[in-house]
């Protein structure tokens, strides 16, 4: 059984950094591209960052390029999101999703919410 298991959400100032991590397990993501979106109240899910598992190929929302990062441990199964600078608009639920391509989620996980105060 496949499942994505995001934490390090919580509440942060602006100006201030998070890590989110996503566990994977149930099967091989070697082919996959792991994504993360976000969904703020109110607003339709975005696409964040994406990162290939096989070669680590890396891929941003242009408005986010330089603040957030996207990085794998292939060790751990994991896939991280670095997230400096926050903002009081990256406020949102932000979830992970494994799929073949960028931008589409066909496994996903449950969400881990950030909140970032002014």
């Known amino acids: 059984q496949v499942q994505l298991v995001e934490s390090g959400g919580g509440l942060v100032q602006a100006g201030g950094s998070l890590r989110l991590s996503c566990a994977a397990s149930?099967?091989?993501?070697?082919?996959?591209?792991m994504n993360w979106f976000r969904q703020a109240p109110g607003k339709e899910r975005e696409f964040v960052a994406a990162i290939r598992w096989s070669s680590g190929s890396t891929y941003y929302k242009d408005s986010l390029k330089g603040r957030f990062t996207i990085s794998r441990d292939n060790a751990k199964n994991t896939v991280y999101l670095q997230m400096n600078s926050l903002k009081p608009e990256d406020t949102a639920v932000y979830y992970c999703a494994a799929a073949y391509t960028m931008g589409r989620g066909d496994y996903w996980g449950q969400g881990t919410q950030v909140t970032v105060s002014s």
């Open positions: 149930g099967r091989t993501f070697s082919s996959y591209v």
